[in-house]
């Protein structure tokens, strides 16, 4: 075999061979030769990236572990690579650049998990060193970012996330992460609060806006009402924002006034505007306001509550000065309240329109959808029976 190759059809087999006999074996190929590395990547229709921090429990103790997941377009052929050590992570990185030398809309992925342990040979010097590799080894790859790590491990993985900021494009983090992201710009940001950490803390708003990013993606993490008299950073890179809305808030003069002027101040080339709020539902300190409408009328608390709603959606559409879209989704006792509060919204909000669709067909529910639009603000309201469909 000195001095000849493998034809292409014999070294298709060999890499299935070697692949089937050991996954990692798919790392020692691309080693090889270049003509191994697009071989094997091809047989194994590989995509993208996706390098991966997560702890792992092992009897009596867990440990963190870094693996590098080679994804298929085939979910068969998705392969696992654990790195122990700053060499092995070397010679992975090196191994998957030969694999991926045919595909230059690379994307590589990392996720960064919490682990109550630290990897020991993962130092601030290698999390550096690591980053600037990935950005040498892949220059015009995607970097796509996810962490809602928290202490210990977003501190060791601080200077990997600093090195990386100015080459990511989009990014899942917890507000922990912000200050890092100075020097990013990206297509979107998505703030999250996977351990309810927010919901119990307060964090420094202002650093939001200190990322470039075209969309922000923030839920209850910053809701619309935190824009009253923010005076925040102009921020004029961003285009879309979305947020969760709070339609029980208590009326307040001027509120949305406060609201739409911050937004023109700080985000002044925003173009779309999307509010959610996902889980409203009537809060009531007697269970006989939820069967009232047994006696033909709307108890007190449903009907205090759609009335704030409409005129939160009402101010909302008279002030916005850009394009506003809100989608709200209403869980009521049962059937009949859907059907008294959607005629309830179509009288609150003029001009609005109801139509119904099949919810559950054994208990003979519907969904009712109210849908109102005036000026630069489309509303899409679904109002959806929860329990039974007869009170």
Same mark, same amino acid.
């Given at each position: ?131 600037? +590799? ?124 406060? +609201? ?132």
């Amino acid at each position: 075999m000195t001095g000849r190759q493998l034809k292409y059809s014999a070294l298709s087999s060999f890499i299935q061979f070697c692949i089937d006999e050991k996954e990692s074996n798919l790392l020692l190929l691309s080693l090889v030769n270049n003509r191994y590395a697009v071989g094997s990547a091809s047989h194994q229709d590989l995509r993208r990236i996706e390098l991966s921090v997560f702890s792992r429990i092992i009897d009596p103790e867990d440990s963190t572990l870094m693996k590098v997941w080679l994804i298929s377009n085939d979910p068969t052929k998705t392969t696992e690579h654990y790195i122990q050590s700053y060499a092995e992570f070397l010679i992975a990185m090196f191994s998957v650049r030969r694999l991926f030398l045919k595909k230059p809309e690379l994307v590589v992925a990392i996720s960064i998990y919490t682990s109550n342990t630290l990897m020991p040979w993962f130092s601030a010097k290698i999390a550096a060193r690591s980053a600037r +590799i990935l950005k040498a080894f892949f220059p015009s790859a995607s970097f796509k970012l996810e962490t809602t790590a928290m202490y210990p491990t977003f501190k060791q993985f601080y200077p990997l996330i600093a090195e990386l900021a100015p080459v990511l494009t989009n990014v899942r983090c917890s507000p922990n992460v912000l200050h890092l992201l100075r020097n990013a710009h990206l297509n979107t940001l998505n703030i999250v609060d996977d351990w309810n950490f927010i919901r119990r803390t307060a964090w420094y708003y202002p650093e939001l806006f200190h990322v470039k990013a075209r969309e922000f993606v923030c839920g209850h993490v910053f809701p619309l009402d935190y824009f009253t008299n923010g005076s925040f950073p102009i921020q004029p890179t961003t285009q879309v924002f979305v947020c969760d809305v709070n339609l029980r808030m208590k009326k307040s003069p001027g509120l949305y006034e406060d +609201i739409f002027g911050e937004i023109s101040q700080c985000l002044p080339n925003l173009r779309l505007l999307k509010c959610n709020q996902l889980d409203f539902v009537v809060e009531v300190g007697d269970n006989d306001d939820h069967v009232a409408i047994r006696r033909g009328n709307v108890s007190k608390p449903y009907t205090e509550a759609i009335e704030l709603a409409s005129w939160h959606i009402r101010e909302i559409a008279r002030l916005s000065h850009l394009e506003t879209e809100i989608e709200v989704l209403f869980e009521f006792y049962h059937q009949a309240y859907v059907d008294a509060c959607a005629d309830m919204f179509s009288r609150l909000l003029p001009g609005s329109s109801v139509c119904e669709s099949s919810y559950n067909s054994e208990m003979e529910s519907t969904q009712k959808h109210v849908t109102y639009q005036k000026n630069n603000t489309l509303a899409k309201l679904t109002l959806s029976p929860g329990f039974s469909p007869i009170p």
